[in-house]
């Protein structure tokens, strides 16, 4: 395994900070965003394209289109757009989010749209990662289904799971799948006191000998599995980007985790 960042581990810094904070903790890739912080919508592809080849930092993925499992509205045009930005700016994925509202998405509206994504997806030369979300309002919880209708879609060529530590806990899921695992979010929940359906994303810290989620455990069962990807840190707590030091603190779990999983 190796270890990548995302940006919303640090979303106050610009891009060309958040590249310099990746080398000096020795991560050779990152992930962007399109939320927190707006890389996509505020840096032309090219620049960023530009800024990682300068660094030596590889582009995991563009994080994220949502709701992929919704084949309407303004959709497919997003999918489009974000497809031919990770094309231009180097980026090797698209993470793609499902409905998480409370609305139910029928199976056959999932296995649709991954068809309508599969042709963008070739088109374009990248990856599709679906990352199931264990919210217990969410239209996709476990990647058993979602692999089931990626290979009702004919999309196993272009379609690979996000296994996400944290949605995995929530979704209560035993099985891990690292043969159809492209990438790993790891993230950590300390409170003790917090039942296990209210956590949140706010509730996502680093991982530390505090974490609830077994991080380790899960990143030990997929390398016995076989998985040998990216493992992308995902922190939304307000403590970790707020954190004065968020250098030091990073690179004290990375080392925690390293050392779990060695």
């Not at 990662?129 to 919880?141: A, I, K, Q």
């Not at 891990?176 to 990438?183: R, S």
């Not at 030990?220 to 599995?225: D, E, N, S, V, W």
């Not at 990807?229 to 707590?237: L, Q, T």
């Amino acid at each position: 395994m190796r270890f990548a960042l995302n940006h919303i581990a640090t979303p106050k810094l610009s891009l060309a900070d958040f590249l310099g904070l990746a080398r000096r903790l020795g991560m050779p890739a990152i992930e962007i965003r399109n939320d927190l912080p707006d890389v996509v919508g505020t840096v032309p592809a090219g620049a960023v394209r530009a800024a990682a080849v300068a660094s030596g930092v590889d582009i995991l993925s563009i994080n994220a289109l949502y709701p992929f499992n919704v084949w309407s509205g303004d959709v497919p045009a997003r999918a489009l757009a974000l497809a031919d930005y990770a094309q231009a700016c180097g980026a090797r994925a698209l993470v793609m989010c499902p409905l998480n509202d409370g609305t139910p998405v029928p199976h056959g509206d999932l296995v649709a749209a991954l068809r309508e994504l599969v042709p963008i997806l070739r088109q374009h030369g990248i990856t599709g990662l679906v990352e199931p979300l264990g919210f217990p309002v969410s239209s996709l919880r476990t990647k058993r289904e979602a692999i089931e209708a990626i290979r009702e879609a004919g999309a196993s060529d272009v379609c690979k799971l996000v296994h996400d530590t944290f949605h995995h806990h929530l979704a209560g899921e035993r099985e891990f799948f690292p043969e159809f695992t492209g990438l790993v979010h790891i993230s950590g929940v300390r409170e003790a006191d917090l039942a296990l359906n209210d956590m949140l994303d706010a509730d996502r810290a680093l991982v530390d000998e505090m974490d609830r989620l077994n991080n380790i455990g899960q990143l030990r069962a997929l390398a016995t599995g076989g998985y040998a990807g990216a493992v992308s840190i995902e922190p939304f707590a307000p403590s970790v980007h707020d954190d004065p030091d968020p250098e030091a603190a990073l690179r004290a779990s990375f080392a925690h985790v390293a050392q779990g999983v060695a």
